[in-house]
Each structure stands twice: as C-alpha cells, then as structure tokens.
T-cell receptor, first 112, second 118 residues
Framework: KQEVTQIPAALSVPEGENLVLNCSFT??????LQWFRQDPGKGLTSLLL?????REQTSGRLNASLDKSSGRSTLYIAASQPGDSATYLC???????????FGAGTTVTVRA | GAVVSQHPSWVICKSGTSVKIECRSL??????MFWYRQFPKQSLMLMAT?????????EQGVEKDKFLINHASLTLSTLTVTSAHPEDSSFYIC??????????????FGDGTRLSIL
C-alpha cells in the first residue's frame, strides 16, 4: 500500500522568502505525482502534475521536482507572498488503478 | 476546461436525515469518479470509486449501506449519506477522470461539500 508523507506539517515564513515543501512516497512505481493547493474550507486546486518520466515541472513561481528512485518530490515556491498561505498536498495514483493516495499536507503561512 | 461541479457546497440538517451530494463533470465525460472524506486538519481519505453503469467499489471500513453511490451517467455521480448522524459531519470531495485521457493524466476535483449534522 502506498504511503505518502509530507514534511514539514506546518511552515511560517516572512514574505519574499522561498518555500521548500517535501513529499515522500513508499512505492516508486507511480504514473505521476500531483501537487495541490487547498484553502481553508475549500476544495483542491491542482498546481502541478509531474509525469513519471519527468524530473521537474514549472509553472510561474512554482517548481516541482521528482526523484522516483528515491521516492521523493519537492515543491519550490519562489518569492512567497501572503496569498500563498494555504495547505499544500501531494498525491500519487496507485500502480494498478487511479486511486490517489494523499499526504497529510503542509500548511503554509506567509507573513506580510 | 475539465471542470467538476459539486452541489451543494454546504448542508446543515437534523440527525436522521438523508443527504444527497451531486458531482458533475461539466465539459468532459467521466467513467470513473472518486469520493473522498476530509476531517478537520486531516488529509483526504478515499471512500469509494464510482463506476458508470456498475456498482461502486468501497474502501475498507466504509459502510456501503450508509454511503450510497449512484453513477447513472458519464457526467453525474451522487453520494447519499443515509440517516445521517453527527459523526457523519465532514467535508466531502469528489474527483473525476476524463474518459478521453490516458492513465497518466490528472484527476479533476470538485469544490467540496461541507456537511453538518445537528
């Protein structure tokens, strides 16, 4: 069974600082890995999806890397802003189905 | 594109009431939809996989008679919480896979339904 772990559980930084969020998974036979953002009381917004053949994916200030062999992904957010405050979740689908296994998330607070 | 609409967004009702939540794929067809449950400050836990035209597949520990799932068309799945009790209060989120995409494409999520049972 896939286990997904996210460290740290919470992070508080001053505005402008770069953010580094970590995600690890136990079964490296994955199709892809997805990063989501969740605001309090809201659904999920997909941020980035990295295919198993890719090593990184970028979108604006966001950059996600993937090291399948070691079972790790890192989400970098450059020049953080108060609007980046949210919970960030990573998820991977099963090797035989499309069921997503989620990490517990990292709650980010960017102080103005 | 790839929008999933979930309705209602918030429900408050009395204990013993049955509540239906709808999940619609607005601009794509979805043979498979997923239902998740999220408790405060916790991550999403998969409850069941909803398959169009067939019975849903429930995860271990999820009562299928309590959480009825119907996926009658390629764009609509419903979750009915039967005889809801306060312990059923939670945030329920659905997701859908686009029929026309490969297995390595993302799932699309609804905005969630907050269910509060008094």
């Amino acid at each position: 069974k896939q286990e997904v772990t996210q460290i740290p559980a919470a992070l508080s930084v001053p505005e402008g600082e770069n953010l580094v969020l970590n995600c690890s998974f136990t079964d490296s036979a994955i199709y892809n890995l997805q990063w989501f953002r969740q605001d309090p009381g809201k659904g999920l917004t997909s941020l980035l999806l990295i295919q198993s053949s890719q090593r990184e994916q970028t979108s604006g200030r966001l950059n996600a890397s993937l090291d399948k062999s070691s079972g790790r992904s890192t989400l970098y957010i450059a020049a953080s802003q108060p609007g980046d405050s949210a919970t960030y979740l990573c998820a991977v689908p099963g090797s035989n189905d499309y069921k997503l296994s989620f990490g517990a998330g990292t709650t980010v607070t960017v102080r103005a | 594109g790839a929008v999933v609409s979930q309705h209602p967004s918030w429900v408050i009702c009395k204990s013993g009431t049955s509540v239906k939540i709808e999940c619609r794929s607005l601009d794509f067809q979805a043979t498979t939809m997923f239902w998740y449950r999220q408790f405060p400050k916790q991550s999403l836990m998969l409850m069941a996989t909803s398959n169009e035209g067939s019975k849903a597949t429930y995860e271990q520990g999820v009562e299928k008679d309590k959480f009825l799932i119907n996926h009658a068309s390629l764009t609509l799945s419903t979750l009915t919480v039967t005889s809801a009790h306060p312990e059923d209060s939670s945030f329920y989120i659905c997701s859908a896979r686009d029929l026309d995409t490969y297995s390595n494409q993302p799932q699309h999520f609804g905005d969630g339904t907050r269910l509060s049972i008094l």
